[in-house]
């Protein structure tokens, strides 16, 4: 698997050096408007120093401050399931990969609760085959798109814990959840909302079956409408905070 991974790395390094592929940032910036949880500290830069030193040189230093989940990021199984990885236990064979894309746009825009099923999965499949194992799942609801109106994206606007009540977007069932652990084999799992659990969720059970068996996922991912359904890499790697729950994730796809 190591050999199979750095060979992956040393072809990607090549390609993208060659200018063979096209390099897709999934990443939303992170800045004073960037959409975190109602009862999650959002996105803070203090700035420490900007200008000129004594020394006669310009420099720039800033201090942020940010919840872990918030803004494109990961949530690590630990956050969902005791005993599983933290941020920086996850193997990076987990994070780094091939990709495809489940498309439920027109789903999604019909019912923003929508929850992502098992006859999703099988209608790609039936187009493109059997997932791959090892394969990373990136959910396209077209959400991305509503970014940063947190009321549009969200469902609400409002803070606190009495506006977690208000959320709508859309997620992952937990019979879809349950199907990917048990009859395919995934690395890993991303969508354009807030949550893998759609907004109304109160038990957060997809997160809970998916981080059971060491699987992250990646939340409020960017820029999913101009992906294809397949044939294409990403690259997600998160904060190494030791012993966290989740954190900011720069995300990326190298597509042909």
Do not use: C
């Not at 959002?42 to 310009?58: N, P, S």
């Not at 193997?91 to 099923?117: F, N, W």
């Not at 690395?187 to 354009?192: M, N, P, Q, T, V």
């Not at 409020?220 to 954190?247: C, H, R, W, Y």
């Amino acid at each position: 698997m190591k050999i199979l991974f750095s060979a992956l790395l040393l072809l990607t390094m090549a390609q993208a050096l060659a200018g063979e592929t096209r390099i897709i940032d999934l990443t939303h910036s992170f800045n004073a408007e960037t959409v975190y949880w109602p009862t999650a500290s959002g996105f803070e830069l203090e700035v420490d120093f900007k200008g000129t030193t004594d020394g006669g040189f310009y420099y720039e230093a800033n201090t942020f401050r940010s919840a872990e989940h918030g803004g494109t990021h990961l949530d690590a199984p630990i956050h969902f399931a005791e005993g599983r990885q933290h941020a920086d236990e996850i193997p990076l064979e987990r994070l780094i990969g091939p990709a495809v894309v489940i498309d439920v746009t027109s789903q999604a825009a019909a019912d923003r609760d929508y929850r992502v099923s098992v006859e999703d999965f099988e209608s790609w499949e039936g187009d493109h085959g059997k997932l791959p194992d090892g394969i990373i799942v990136l959910i396209h609801t077209g959400f991305g798109k509503l970014w940063p109106d947190r009321k549009a994206y969200m469902g609400t606007a409002e803070r606190g814990a009495e506006a977690v009540a208000k959320l709508h977007f859309p997620g992952l069932h937990p019979e879809a959840a349950r199907w990917l652990v048990e009859k395919r084999s995934i690395h890993a799992i991303g969508l354009d909302t807030p949550s893998i659990d759609f907004g109304q969720s109160t038990g957060f059970e997809a997160h809970r079956i998916l981080m059971e068996q060491n699987i992250p996922a990646f939340e409020n991912v960017a820029n999913l409408d101009q992906l294809p359904e397949k044939g294409f890499e990403v690259i997600a790697l998160p904060m190494k905070i030791t012993g966290g729950s989740g954190g900011p994730l720069r995300i990326v796809a190298r597509v042909p």
